[in-house]
C-alpha cells in the first residue's frame, strides 16, 4: 500500500524524524485556514503541494512557492482540482483533492536517501546518495559508484557506526563540535527512520531530497519528501497505516475485490479470467496471449475460495464493459470443483449471462462439477483442459454469443 | 528414492486445533503419511481426530521423534512457529501459512542460517525450511506434508519444483496423465523471502538417483531463475524443462504472490525463459505443454543414447 507525502511526514514526526510544518488541507478555504495557522507559528513563506500518489509533481506543475500567506489561496486555487499529468501518472493525470501547506525551507544542500527490504541480501538495505533530486534508477545505471548500500543485519538493526559511514560518504564532518553537529543529527535521524520502518513494517521509504536547511549553528538535516509503501502482508496488525489508504488512489473493482478477499488486477483486454492461484492465474493469462486473445484481468480466487466468494469474483468479472468473453479455469486442490460450479451457476442466475462463458474443471470432485453445469441449462462451453478453453474462449470472444 | 520426505518421516502439525490445519492433518494421514500428532499451546494433552496434541514442538520431539513439522499457525504468529521448530531441531519445516510479513520472515532466515552454520560445524545435517505460502511437499506413493490433492500423483522419477500450487498441480496432471509419475514434487512458495530456493532443490534432485528428469517452474519477480538457470547449466546431470508464469503481467504491479512483481525492468518472464534456454533448459512454450515438452525431450535423449 502507498501513502501520500502528508501522510508519510506525519510518520516521520510521530517518529521523531525532522520534517518541516505543515498542514494537509482538502479544500481551498482548508488551505487558506493552513496558512493562517503555521503564520501563527511564525511561517513567512509557503509551499503549496498537490497530494497525489505519482512522482514528478513540481514539474507537473503540482507544486507552488507562496512567498506570502496572501499568495496562499490563489495558488490553492490553481492547484486543487486540477487536472495534474506527471511522467508517473500516464497521460490520462490525476484530479488534484488534496493539497500539502508546508512552510517553506530552502535547502542549502540536497542529498538522497531511501530504506528498502532487499529480498536478495534477505534484510534491509539503506541507498544514499550525496546529490538530490535525480531519479536513483537512472543514476544506479550511470554512475553505480555514486550509491552507498548499506545492508543492515537484522538482528543488530541500525548501529552508530552505520550513521557514520553514511555520514562520510555524504562528505559530512565527523566532528560533533563542527557547526550544527550535523553527524549528531543525522545519527538521530537515521536511528529513529530504520526504526520507523521496521516498527511499521515498510516495504520501501525514500526521501528524495534530504536536506540540509539554514546557516552556521542553526544547521538542520530535515526530510523534504517522503515516500512510503507497506508491505500489504502486514496491514492488519497497523491500523493507523490502513486507515491512511486513499479510495482516489486505487482501482475501484480492485478494492471491491479486495474486501472479498480475492486478488484481482485490471487489466486492458477483453477475456475475462476466474482462476484458483496466482501461478496457475498468471499462466491463464499467458495462453490466452498465446492463442491470440488479452486478457483483461487478472483474478486469483485462492485456496479455500467458497461458493459465495466465486459468485462476487464473478460479478466484478461481469460488471467489466470491455470483457467480451470470460474463461473460468480451475484445478481444484482443496478447492472443489463443485463448490466452483455452485458459485459460477448461482452469479450467472444473478446477473445473467451476456457474453460467453468457457469453463474448465480439474481436479477434486470434477466429475460432480461439470455435471452440475451441464445440468445447469445454462449456455456453458466446457473445456477439456487449460489448451482448449484459452483457445475456446478467443474464439468466442471474437464471435460472441 | 525420494528427497526430503518419504514414508518414514515423523510429521506433526503445528496449528492442528485450527479448522484448516485439523483438515489437511486428516488429508496427509489419509494419503499414508506418518502424523505422529500435532502442537497447540495451551491444549496439551488433549487429542482431535486422533491426534495427540502437545503444548511444545520441544515436546513432540522427545515423544515421539518428530522430525518433519508441517505449520498452519495464522500470520502473524507463524515466523514464531518456525523459530520454534527450528530451535527443536526439526530437519524438514514446511510452512503453508499464506501473508507473512516480509520483516518477520528476515529474522527466521537469518536464525536458520545461523543454526545451520552452528550444525555444520558439529557434524549435523542442516534443517530446511519450505515456503512460506506454498502447497508444501509430496513423495508420491509413501508421504505428502501439504494441501496439494494426493491422488493426480503418480509413482515415479520426474523431480518437480515450482513457486506456484496450482500450476504445480498442472505439471503433475499433465506428466501422469502421459504416464510419467514423479519422485518428488516441492512447492518453494511464492514470497520473496523463503526458505529453500531452487537451487537447493535441483541439487537435491540432481544427487538422487531416484530422479531422471526435472521440471521447473518459476515467476515473474526476482533472480531466483536466472540463478538457477545459470547453476543448471554448470552442475546438472539431468534433463530439465522449464517454464515461468507472467509473460504476459504488467511491470509494477503485484500478481498475488507478494514475490510475482516486475521491478525496474528485472524479473521479466522473457529474461527468466532466455537465462533458461542459454543453460540448455528446455522452456515449454505454454503451461499447457510442461508435461507434453518433457516427453519430447526424454525421447530425444533415449534415441541419442
Same mark, same amino acid.
Given at each position: ?156 538493526? *541500525? ?83 490502513? %486507515? ?13 475485490? %479486495?474486501? *472479498? ?19 496457475? %492465474? ?120 | ?19 484448516? /490445519? ?127 490433492? /494426493? ?155
Amino acid at each position: 500500500m502507498k501513502i501520500h507525502e502528508y501522510q508519510a511526514k506525519e510518520l516521520f514526526r510521530n517518529a521523531g524524524v525532522a520534517v518541516p510544518r505543515g498542514i494537509p488541507a482538502f479544500s481551498v478555504k482548508e488551505a487558506v485556514e493552513a496558512a493562517g495557522t503555521l503564520a501563527g507559528q511564525g511561517v513567512q513563506a509557503f509551499v503549496v503541494k498537490a497530494q497525489i500518489h505519482a512522482g514528478g509533481r513540481g514539474k507537473g506543475g503540482g507544486v507552488k512557492i507562496a512567498k506570502t500567506r496572501a499568495d496562499v489561496e490563489p495558488l490553492a486555487q490553481k492547484i486543487f482540482g486540477m487536472n495534474l499529468v506527471t511522467h508517473q501518472t500516464g497521460p490520462e493525470g490525476k484530479i488534484v483533492k488534496r493539497l500539502f501547506i508546508e512552510e517553506a525551507t530552502p535547502p542549502k544542500r540536497e542529498m538522497y536517501l531511501s530504506l528498502i527490504l532487499d529480498r536478495d541480501r534477505g534484510c534491509v538495505s539503506l541507498l544514499a546518495a550525496a546529490e538530490g533530486g535525480m531519479e536513483i534508477e537512472e543514476l544506479a545505471h550511470s554512475n553505480p559508484e555514486k550509491i552507498l548500500t548499506l545492508p543492515i543485519d537484522p538482528t543488530t538493526g *541500525w548501529q552508530s557506526y552505520h550513521s557514520r559511514k553514511l555520514t562520510s560518504f555524504l562528505g559530512l564532518s565527523l566532528d560533533p563540535k563542527a557547526a550544527g553537529n550535523l553527524a549528531g543529527q543525522l545519527h538521530a535521524f537515521m536511528d529513529k527512520l530504520y526504526a520507523m520502518f521496521v516498527a511499521k513494517d515498510c516495504s520501501i521509504l525514500e526521501i528524495n531530497p534530504l536536506a540540509i536547511v539554514g546557516e552556521g549553528d542553526a544547521q538542520k538535516i530535515m526530510a523534504l519528501d517522503g515516500k512510503i509503501n507497506f508491505d500489504d502482508n502486514a496491514l492488519k496488525r497497523h491500523p493507523d497505516v490502513a %486507515a491512511m489508504l486513499d479510495p482516489d488512489e486505487e482501482d475501484a473493482a480492485e478494492l471491491e475485490a %479486495a474486501k *472479498w478477499d480475492l486478488n484481482f488486477i485490471s487489466l486492458y483486454g477483453n477475456i475475462g479470467c476466474m482462476v484458483n492461484g496466482a501461478g496457475l %492465474a498468471m499462466a491463464t493469462m499467458d495462453i490466452i496471449k498465446h492463442y491470440g486473445g488479452d486478457p483483461a484481468n487478472f483474478l486469483d480466487v485462492g485456496g479455500g475460495a467458497t461458493a459465495e466468494k466465486v459468485r462476487e469474483a464473478f460479478k466484478i468479472i461481469t460488471k467489466d464493459k470491455k470483457v467480451k468473453a470470460i474463461f473460468v479455469n480451475i484445478f481444484g486442490g482443496i478447492m472443489k470443483c463443485d463448490t466452483i460450479a455452485e458459485g459460477v451457476i448461482s452469479a450467472t442466475k444473478e446477473v445473467g449471462l451476456k457474453v460467453p462463458l468457457v469453463v474448465r474443471l480439474e481436479g477434486t470432485n470434477v466429475a460432480k462439477g461439470r455435471e452440475m453445469l451441464e445440468k445447469s441449462g445454462l449456455a456453458i462451453i466446457p473445456a477439456t483442459s487449460m489448451a482448449d478453453g484459452a483457445q475456446k474462449a478467443v474464439k468466442a470472444m471474437k464471435e460472441g454469443l | 528414492m525420494s528427497v526430503l520426505l518419504n514414508k518414514d518421516s515423523r510429521i506433526i502439525v503445528q496449528g492442528i486445533t485450527g479448522k484448516t /490445519g485439523l483438515f489437511h492433518a486428516m488429508g496427509c494421514r489419509d494419503y499414508g503419511s506418518k502424523v505422529v500428532g500435532g502442537v497447540t499451546p495451551g491444549r496439551g494433552g488433549q487429542t482431535v481426530e486422533g491426534f495427540a496434541v502437545w503444548d511444545s514442538v520441544e515436546e513432540s520431539v522427545e515423544k515421539e521423534n518428530a522430525n518433519v513439522s508441517m505449520i498452519f499457525v495464522p500470520p502473524f504468529g507463524a515466523a514464531d512457529a518456525i523459530l520454534e521448530a527450528i530451535d527443536a531441531g526439526i530437519e524438514l519445516i514446511v510452512c503453508i501459512t499464506e501473508g507473512i510479513p516480509v520483516l518477520d520472515m528476515l529474522k527466521v532466515k537469518e536464525f536458520l542460517a545461523k543454526t545451520n552454520v552452528r550444525r555444520k560445524a558439529a557434524g549435523q545435517t542442516i534443517q530446511r525450511l519450505i515456503g512460506p505460502n506454498c502447497p508444501g511437499i509430496i513423495t508420491p506413493g509413501q508421504a505428502k506434508v501439504g494441501i496439494m490433492p /494426493g491422488y493426480i500423483h503418480k509413482v515415479g522419477s520426474v523431480g518437480i519444483v515450482s513457486r506456484s500450487g496450482t500450476l504445480t498441480y498442472e505439471a503433475v496432471h499433465q506428466t501422469s496423465e502421459l504416464g510419467m509419475g514423479q519422485s518428488t514434487c516441492i512447492g518453494i512458495g511464492g514470497d520473496p523471502v523463503k526458505g529453500m530456493e531452487f537451487i537447493d532443490c535441483l541439487e537435491l534432485f540432481n544427487n538422487d538417483p531416484g530422479t531422471e528428469s526435472i521440471v521447473m517452474i518459476g515467476e515473474i519477480g526476482g533472480t531466483a531463475e536466472e540463478e538457477a538457470a545459470a547453476w543448471v547449466k554448470k552442475n546438472c546431470k539431468k534433463p530439465v524443462v522449464g517454464f515461468i508464469a507472467g509473460r504476459t503481467a504488467p511491470p509494477g504491479r503485484r500478481m498475488g504472490h507478494a514475490g510475482a512483481i516486475i521491478s525496474g525492468g528485472s524479473g521479466t518472464a522473457d529474461s527468466k525463459m532466455d537465462a533458461m534456454k542459454a543453460a540448455g533448459i528446455r522452456v515449454a512454450p505454454s503451461p499447457a505443454e510442461m508435461g507434453s515438452t518433457l516427453q519430447a525431450l526424454l525421447k530425444e535423449r533415449s534415441g541419442r543414447a
